[in-house]
């Protein structure tokens, strides 16, 4: 007989989790409507560091910074023509993250918030307490010793741990991923307002 292994997180704990989250979910997918950036809760915390608060603003923080990386490479880095159309979408995108955000607030608003399903769904993923905080270190070294490419792709790590819990989340990552791949292999905005051969064409002649 092989020996059992033993693991974090019990097939009841997985079993329990799963269905209060989907139950949550869909009672935060009943509340939601278009509007701004969400309120930050009172019993949050804004400076919070460790345990859940720690855990939310991390998490936070890391959905505003996506959005600010894909908003400055949309305006520095991508051409006019396309920037256009990720403009066009980019509004969508930011409800998207909106939405992500006041569901991690609403962890906040419970009378337990290590008990909240989605608190739960993100400890049985590793995205609380040291584990979260060892990714968020790594990908804050990788935006400060990378090129953009790099960044976006430490980012997408931690988006698909996130998505199965703040499902709004997957369009942002598909729209990230068509950014990434526009700044890897599309023309880049910097580098064709040099113009380098601004006087000197001879092969349009």
Do not use: H, P, Q, R
């Given at each position: 007989m092989s020996p059992q292994v033993e693991t974090l997180v019990s097939e009841k704990d997985v079993i329990t989790t799963k269905k209060e989250l989907?139950?949550?979910?869909?009672r935060m997918a009943q509340q939601r409507q278009r509007g701004g950036e969400p309120a930050h809760p009172p019993a949050l915390d804004p400076k919070?560091?460790?345990g859940w608060q720690g855990d939310?603003?991390?998490l936070v923080a890391f959905l505003k910074g996506l959005q600010k990386l894909m908003e400055r490479l949309?305006?520095?880095r991508v051409p006019d023509d396309s920037a256009k159309r990720f403009n066009a979408v980019f509004p969508d995108v930011v409800q998207n993250i909106n939405w992500a955000i006041s569901d991690l607030y609403d962890i906040a608003n419970a009378v337990d918030p290590k008990g909240h399903p989605c608190?739960?769904?993100l400890e049985a993923r590793g995205?609380?307490?040291e584990s979260l905080?060892?990714?968020?270190a790594e990908t804050d070294d990788r935006i400060n010793d990378s090129p953009p490419v790099a960044v976006l792709e430490r980012f997408d790590h931690i988006m698909g741990s996130l998505i199965p819990v703040l499902y709004s989340l997957e369009p942002v990552k598909e729209f990230k991923e068509t950014l990434e791949s526009r700044i890897k292999h599309g023309g880049d905005k910097v580098i064709q307002s040099l113009n380098i051969f601004r006087d000197q064409q001879p092969w349009h002649r």
């Open positions: 989907d139950e949550w979910k869909e919070g560091k460790g939310v603003n991390l949309i305006a520095d608190y739960m769904a995205l609380t307490e905080e060892l990714k968020m």
